[in-house]
């Protein structure tokens, strides 16, 4: 593990954006049972069921120690005034304009929240010093990278998607205010995160509902895919451990970037699973979950603008400074998720 590694530390104040969305709940979760201070924002924006995130949210709120905030990122008045109000020591920007589909339909709210939003929140941390900023960052910046694993030491100047430019600008950004004001920044690339309660957006999600509803689920690249499918309780146990940990300061005399705090991190299960794999386990939980045998009518297809073929995470410096690698079989993340929608959306 790292020098000087700090477990979560309860008397801070943490500053959770996007607190309402699939991984800002849970991460939320997690430091409310560990009785941190969570201030959440989110704008409940209708990307996808907003019910679902109110129910999210209200397991949250009567909490000890937890504020929520309707408001948006992308208000930079807002976002100021959390910040001169709460005085929150450790930032974690969860919020984003997620999907890599969505975005070649709908550019504009991506630039709005993914840039826009993330420059206001690098701001409010250069006028209110914090001591770690944490933001989700993606595994759809390696692009077009052939090359795998995928390492965060690889180039990654071929996004293929609009999402992908934001997530790497997001890097850019946060490298630049680390560079500039002194703010320690760590990103993480998250891998293909799914479980109960997770962003209806995601394949497993849609798949479920429309096998439910006996419509035909469509296959891309005709089912030749691959993903590193991460299970939310290992994003989240991953994220907590960074929390209190900034990068230490680099040491080069003679370099520009003497002094700066500044990482990223993969999060993934580095497993990738074929696509067709997962569709059948994803059958079987759902069979388990209801009691019945389900299968899906499937329509193979051409790969879709803005996709790639696999994502393929190296967690390895993950595992060296934070003693933790993602791990959970998709048998048991699916069965999770299968028992919590047939739980959730009372299926027969």
Known sequence: MIEGYKELDPSKCYFVTGGA?????????KLLELGCRVIAIDNMNDYYDVNLKESRLKQLEGQEGFTFIRGDISD???????????????????AAQAGVRYSIENPDSYIQSNMIGF?????????NPV?????????SVYGANTKVPFSTEDKVDNPVSLY????????????TYSQLFGIPSTGLRFFTVYGPMGRPDMAYFGFTQKIFKGEIIKVFNFGDCYRDFTYIDDIVESVARILCNP???????????NGIQYAVYNIGNNQPEHLMDYIAALEKALSKAVGRVVVAEKEFLPMQPGDVKATYSDSSPLVRDF??????????????????YVDYYQVK
Not at 131 to 136: F, N, P, S
């Open 21 to 29: 969305g699939f991984i800002g709940y849970f991460l939320s979760k």
């Open 131 to 139: 001591e770690h900023l944490v933001y989700a960052s993606s595994s």
């Open 119 to 127: 420059f206001n929140v690098l701001e409010a941390c250069r006028h």
């Open 164 to 175: 992908a430019a934001t997530k790497k600008s997001n890097e850019l950004m946060a490298h």
């Open 76 to 94: 930079k008045k807002t976002v100021m005034k959390v910040f001169a109000e709460f005085k929150p020591q450790i930032v974690v920007n969860l």
């Open 323 to 340: 003693d933790f690698k993602p791990g959970m079989s998709i048998e048991e993340g699916l069965q999770r998720f299968a028992d919590w």
């Open 247 to 257: 990068p230490a300061k680099k040491v080069d005399e003679d370099s520009i970037l």
